[in-house]
């Protein structure tokens, strides 16, 4: 079958709305040529748009003309390669999902442990962070909320309260093996997010302390995030204050 052929019946599978870049056609490396030909007059022919160079989408149909793929779809093709979750949304956009903050970000921080994501999506500007441990689907959700206490005293509009009560929900609801794996990574990041975990760990059991995350600090440090006991019952014992 010609490469427009393969290209053409691949691309009738992918759901509307969806992106996808070179890599998820079918085509062979001496195709590349012929592949790219045939995605332009599939753009010309509004069939596909482009979304950055080398990411294309399927668009909704709707009374007002094609839809744009949401956010983290146009992003999907820099967070994941070969099938594969090497990086994640992080910082204000992250925050804002979470309902931290009401702050809307002019560029999406991206983080990955080996790869610096720069690139821009329409108006989206991607800014690449390092992330503390390898990006996996089974790890980047508790990145995520490691990051939250990384940046807890700077996120806007974010009050203590609302902030230390969101967090002790999300670690609640992690069965036991998440936790211990939430703690291994915990372990790779700054003092103060360890002190922070484990004074949140702490709150939810407190007959036992996690011995890694307190050994793992000097004991004459001092973590300022204006966190009293009416909140966290245990932050002296974590040095937090």
């Known amino acids: 079958m010609r490469v427009a052929g393969k290209i053409a019946e691949k691309i009738a599978e992918i759901p ?16 590349y040529s012929a592949a790219a030909k045939a995605l332009e007059r599939l753009v010309k022919k509004e069939v596909i748009r482009r979304a950055s ?3 294309f989408y399927k668009p909704r149909k709707s009374t007002f003309g094609p ?24 910082g204000l956009a ?21 790869k610096r994501i720069v690139a821009k999506v329409g108006n989206i500007r991607i800014k690449p962070i390092k992330s503390y441990e390898d990006v996996t689907d ?10 939250v206490l990384k940046d807890f005293k700077n996120i806007s509009d974010m009050g203590k309260k609302e902030g230390v009560k969101f967090m002790l929900k999300k670690f609640e609801r992690l069965p036991e093996k998440e936790r ?3 703690v291994a990574i915990a372990l790779k990041y700054p003092p103060r997010v360890r002190a922070f975990v484990g004074s949140l760990l702490n709150e939810l059991n407190p007959a ?12 004459l440090s001092i973590f300022d995030f204006g966190i009293g006991k009416d909140l966290l019952r245990f932050v002296d014992f974590w040095n937090i204050r």
């Open 53 to 55: 160079t080398g990411v």
């Open 16 to 31: 509307y709305g969806t992106t996808f870049t070179y890599g998820e056609l079918p085509i062979a490396s001496d195709e």
């Open 67 to 90: 839809l744009r793929p949401r956010e983290e779809e146009l992003l999907r093709p820099y967070l994941f390669e070969r099938g594969k979750r090497i990086a994640y949304i992080t």
């Open 94 to 114: 992250l925050y804002n999902r979470l309902g931290l903050t009401t702050q809307v970000p002019k560029d999406i921080r991206v983080a990955s442990r080996d």
């Open 138 to 147: 089974d790890n980047y959700y508790l990145l995520e909320l490691l990051d």
């Open 180 to 182: 211990d794996k939430l």
């Open 208 to 219: 036992k302390p996690v011995k890694a995350l307190k050994d793992s600090l000097n004991p």
